[in-house]
Nanobody, 124 residues
Framework: HVQLVESGGGSVQAGGSLRLSCEVSGLSVDDSSMSWYRQAPGNECKWVSSTSAFGGTEYADSVKGRFIISRDNAKNTMYLQMNSLKPEDTAVYYC???????????????????WGQGTQVTVS
């Protein structure tokens, strides 16, 4: 049974910082492509950042220079350090493993990848 659990969300003022965590069980983050997605109310699920099993990282233009994705293989946990937060960063943030599409849906799995339940981030 694969499970991804996000934590660290909350409400912050613009310019503040948060660190999101994604604790993974049932698979190894070291062997997986790990990603963060986000979905604001009324909007589609959007890709934010990814880190590969080989250590490479990628960021959406909207967060580049402000967010940092990282992975702790010993703890089997992925992180997203979010700095200089803006109101447009407000969304539910989802952790995903081996995602094949931007779904933001915890009910899918297998070939569609594995997703957490999401954690709310509100910036005002």
């Amino acid at each position: 049974h694969v499970q991804l659990v996000e934590s660290g969300g909350g409400s912050v003022q613009a310019g503040g910082s948060l660190r999101l965590s994604c604790e993974v069980s049932g698979l190894s983050v070291d062997d997986s492509s790990m990603s963060w997605y986000r979905q604001a109310p009324g909007n589609e699920c959007k890709w934010v950042s990814s880190t590969s099993a080989f250590g490479g990282t990628e960021y959406a233009d909207s967060v580049k220079g402000r967010f940092i994705i990282s992975r702790d293989n010993a703890k089997n946990t992925m992180y997203l350090q979010m700095n200089s937060l803006k109101p447009e960063d407000t969304a539910v943030y989802y952790c995903a493993a081996d995602a094949s599409a931007p779904l933001c849906d915890a009910d899918v799995g297998g070939d569609l990848g594995y997703w957490g339940q999401g954690t709310q981030v509100t910036v005002s």
